[in-house]
């Protein structure tokens, strides 16, 4: 349960953080993202491994380091969350938020961008926080927030970089329920992240052999 307990509070604040820097239009925004999702990794990666994503526990789990049986709860958790992070600031802001293209981006562009990005972000966690070889390591945090940080910066004017099916989910929810729609992209952000957390958990196997 403690496992489960981390993986929502750590997903709340990682919300939390994209929701109150979208309604406000914070330039630095991704600054703030990256941060908040290093120190919660840094948080809680001794108790839970710190996934915050439904797409890094599916890779996590392809690794062999979630048991099967801690699957769909991680996700759970994570969802939970998100939603609660999003009726929050709902609550305190005033408005709600989800993540959206651009106005001229195709489905197409969307769902290449969080698919490599999502990649990108469970390689980075296999590799400095499960990998045998980087075992002990104090910098997993800061690569696993910088990746989500690039990512934003990168592509957030074309996919929204959601890069995690709870952030496309719990404001999503919370914008449609407020009468703001959003629904027609949901799936993109649920289908496009599992499938990069899946590739990169298929390529590290491959990648580590008889790791």
């Known amino acids: 349960m403690r496992r489960y307990a981390i993986e929502l509070i750590g997903t709340f ?19 703030a993202i990256g941060s908040i999702l290093m120190v919660m990794v840094y948080m809680g ?9 439904p797409a890094v526990t599916l890779a996590v789990w392809l690794r ?18 998100a939603l609660l992070a999003a009726w929050v600031v709902q609550a305190v802001a005033g408005a ?7 106005p001229e981006v195709g489905v197409g562009g969307m769902v290449t961008a969080e698919l490599l990005y999502t990649f990108a972000l ?6 400095t926080a499960t990998a045998r070889g980087t075992e002990g390591n104090s910098y997993y945090g800061l690569a696993i927030g910088f990746t989500v940080l690039a990512g934003a910066w990168a592509v957030g004017p074309i996919s929204g970089a959601a890069f995690n099916p709870a952030v496309g989910l719990g404001p999503t ?6 009468g703001a ?4 992209h949901l799936w993109v952000y649920l289908l496009a992240p599992l499938l990069g957390g899946l590739a990169a958990g298929l390529f590290f196997r491959w990648q580590s052999g008889a790791d």
Do not use: E, K
């Open 13 to 31: 604040f990682l919300v939390l953080t994209i929701g109150f820097t979208a309604v406000q239009g914070t330039a630095l925004a991704p600054l």
């Open 45 to 53: 990666g001794p108790i839970s491994g710190g996934h915050y994503n």
């Open 64 to 81: 062999g380091r979630t048991p099967v049986g801690d699957v769909l709860p991680y996700m759970a958790a994570q969802a939970l969350g």
């Open 96 to 102: 709600t938020f989800a993540p959206a293209p651009g």
């Open 122 to 127: 469970a390689l980075v966690v296999l590799n």
């Open 173 to 178: 929810v919370v914008h449609a329920l407020a």
């Open 181 to 184: 729609g959003g629904w027609q």
